[in-house]
């Protein structure tokens, strides 16, 4: 079966370090992968968009990596702050599923001060 | 105002009663989603709709109806509320092409008792 599998225990770390978030897929080929971050009582928000012929993107702070061999995808913030405390869903969308777009359960980031 | 707008925001019905979440959009994406958010589950795709008069079932359909009838609004209903669909829901909606990022509302709290 499909899975999409973040890790669902809070990370914790301290303000200035990076935080790398973890996201595997198993009986999928999709065309991206998507990072959103979701605040408490909010709807999810876009981040970063990654293709599957690309290995790497940036966007300011955030990294994210993407092995479709591993069918791995790392999610980085880089000099973290406490603002970037939230829960981090990866999604992917599958061309093959009638373009679904399709959620991990999100990992919650605690970055302490 | 542009954007995705959910109503109501809080909700509280009784078992056996029919219910109906509105979704608006003002972009004039083509798809349009519904999922639940609970605890353990993460987001999990109800409906989606890739046009007006297009709907398909996603991954936990049963027990919703959906209908497009304009390329605006994706309404969802309850036929017969349950406790278990006791859930926060949040509507999406993207464009087509390279547009796959998906812009969330801001979610309805649904309570039955």
């Known amino acids: 079966s499909q899975k999409i599998e973040q890790n669902s225990e809070a990370l914790n770390i301290q303000e200035g370090k990076t935080a790398t978030l973890t996201c595997n897929y198993t009986?999928?080929?999709?065309?991206?992968l998507q990072w959103y971050r979701q605040d408490p009582g909010r709807g999810p928000v876009f981040l970063l968009l990654i293709r599957e012929n690309e290995k790497e993107k940036r966007k300011e702070r955030l990294k994210v990596t993407f092995d479709t061999t591993l069918k791995q995808s790392l999610f980085h913030i880089t000099a973290s702050q406490p603002a970037d405390s939230a829960t981090y869903l990866c999604a992917l969308l599958n061309n093959n599923a009638g373009n679904m777009l399709t959620f991990g359960g999100g990992t919650r980031l605690m970055v302490k001060p | 105002d542009a954007g995705i707008t959910q109503s109501p925001r809080y909700k509280i019905t009784e078992t056996g009663r029919q219910v109906t979440l509105m979704c608006h959009q003002t972009?004039?994406?083509?798809?349009m989603f519904w999922y639940r958010q609970d605890l353990g589950h993460g987001l999990r795709l109800i409906y989606y709709?890739?046009?007006?008069?297009?709907?398909d079932k996603g991954e936990v359909p049963d027990g919703y109806v959906v209908s497009r009838s304009k390329t605006e609004n994706f309404p969802l209903t309850l036929e017969s509320a349950t406790r278990s669909q006791t859930s926060v829901y949040f509507c999406?909606?993207?464009?087509?092409?390279?547009?796959?990022?998906?812009?969330f509302g801001q979610g309805t709290r649904l309570t039955v008792v």
């Open positions: 999406a909606s993207r464009g087509t092409g390279g547009q796959t990022e998906a812009f």
């Open positions: 009986n999928y080929s999709p065309a991206y």
């Open positions: 972009w004039s994406h083509s798809y």
């Open positions: 709709s890739a046009a007006a008069d297009i709907t």
